[in-house]
């Protein structure tokens, strides 16, 4: 019900926008986060909107990265700027309403020179 894509690889200083595909759930009940998972590192949540479009970022992409949603297109994405190399790993959207969630497929961002 949720895809992921838009990732690739970037050199440092670069811009990545993800896009995430939502299907079967409405942008209006579900909250939309986008999370990451480096190798051999735990997933770890890196922005989020709400069904009232409130966003929150993670403090290491504050100022760096914007998510929004279109949600006639059912879309959500995240835009990817002053991209890092530890910013490098599986990107995954997820969408939450009280105890249901819901993962899509990961799109990979390497962030390399």
């Known amino acids: 019900q949720l895809q992921a894509s838009g990732g690739g690889t970037v050199q440092p200083g670069g811009s990545l926008r993800l896009s995430c595909v939502v299907s079967?759930?409405?942008?209006?009940?579900?909250?939309i986060g986008w999370f990451r998972q480096a190798p051999g590192k735990q997933r770890e949540w890196v922005a989020g909107?709400?069904?009232?479009?409130?966003?929150n970022y993670a403090d290491s992409v504050k100022g760096r990265f914007i998510i929004s949603r279109d949600s006639r297109r059912n879309m959500v994405y995240l835009q990817m700027n002053s991209l890092k190399p530890e910013d490098s790993g599986d990107y995954y959207c997820?969408?939450?309403?009280?105890?249901?969630?819901?993962w899509g497929q990961g799109t990979l961002v390497t962030v390399s020179s």
């Open positions: 909107i709400s069904p009232g479009t409130d966003r």
């Open positions: 079967g759930i409405s942008l209006d009940d579900y909250a």
């Open positions: 997820r969408g939450a309403r009280g105890t249901a969630e819901y």
